[in-house]
């Protein structure tokens, strides 16, 4: 049994924590990291979210991974491999810091692009956010305790999102 989805409302530490977290975490890898994101749902200002932070370390090649990998775990974090999808690498966290998933992917990754392109289009759409909010709430009662159905509920309103950012970069709505 999956620990409980659990979605809290948005809680505005959490871009302080992210930087915390992005400053151990450039300060391990040095150049190598291009830039550190903050992604998913406790990257955008009001939306509710489970309380961990998701953060993404962009490479600029596949080929500065072993040296990431090294570097990480100079701080404690352990490699655990793609998980699934190709390109994003997976980190376990080190046990005394706060909840948070790492990932690191290279730059032209296209799942990176289509995970920016969510965040950034949330960040400019609060209905589409707030959408997104009711959406995951639903979804935590009915999969409470199972954390890929959860995930795999949200799947079509990920994609409808990421194919409308894709095809509309700007514009805003209510």
């Not at 550190?36 to 600029?60: C, F, M, Q, R």
């Not at 994003?88 to 990176?112: G, I, K, Q």
């Amino acid at each position: 049994m999956d620990a409980p989805v659990e979605i809290v409302d948005y809680d505005p530490r959490w871009p302080q924590v992210f930087a915390s977290l992005r400053d151990r975490i450039t300060a391990a890898v040095g150049g190598l990291a291009q830039r550190v994101e903050h992604v998913g749902s406790t990257a955008v200002p009001g939306l509710a979210a489970k309380p961990i932070i998701d953060l993404a370390v962009v490479i600029a090649t596949r080929n500065d991974l072993p040296a990431v990998v090294a570097s990480f775990l100079t701080i404690g974090y352990r490699h655990r491999g793609d998980l699934g999808i190709p390109g994003r690498e997976a980190f376990t966290r080190p046990p005394d810091s706060p909840p948070h998933h790492l990932y690191v992917c290279a730059a032209d990754n296209e799942n990176l692009a289509r995970v920016l392109a969510f965040r950034d289009f949330l960040r400019t759409h609060p209905s589409t956010a707030q959408a997104y909010a009711t959406l995951k709430r639903s979804l935590a009662h009915r999969f409470l305790t199972d954390r890929a159905a959860y995930t795999s509920a949200k799947t079509a309103f990920i994609d409808d999102v990421v194919a409308k950012a894709l095809s509309e970069p700007s514009g805003r709505d209510g």
